[in-house]
């Protein structure tokens, strides 16, 4: 069964960068479309960036286009979030989670991984 483990986080200062990882086990990844998602505190997870399995089509929130772009290596199974221009309104735990091939499908509720903080504060 597909697991993905997120990494990466940390504390930043606005106009840092960090770069999340989304690593899988138990499945290899190149099946599975990977979204990137985040809540903040007494906010709705929202979803901030996604990637089809072959890589081939992104899809970003309005919120962090052109400051985040996601990739993937489907050889090490797994995928980036590299975040530039941090601001603090970023501050968020962030998740990733799979889908069937296509970022238009549903989240695979077993997909969750447990999260990874980022905060963005001076």
């Known amino acids: 069964q597909l697991q993905l483990v997120e990494s990466g986080g940390g504390l930043v200062q606005p106009g840092g960068s960090l770069r999340l990882a989304c690593a899988a086990s138990?499945?290899?990844?190149?099946?599975?479309?990977i979204g990137w998602f985040r809540q903040a505190p007494g906010k709705e997870r929202e979803e901030v960036a996604c990637?089809?399995?072959?890589?081939?089509?992104?899809n970003y929130a309005d919120s962090v286009k052109g400051r985040f772009t996601i990739s993937r290596d489907n050889v090490k199974n797994t995928v980036y979030l590299q975040m530039n221009t941090l601001k603090p309104e970023d501050t968020a735990v962030y998740y990733c989670a799979a889908r069937w091939f296509e970022c238009s499908g549903v989240v695979l509720t077993s997909s969750w991984g447990q999260g990874t903080q980022v905060t963005v504060s001076s």
């Open positions: 138990g499945s290899t990844l190149n099946r599975y479309a």
């Open positions: 990637i089809s399995s072959t890589g081939g089509r992104t």
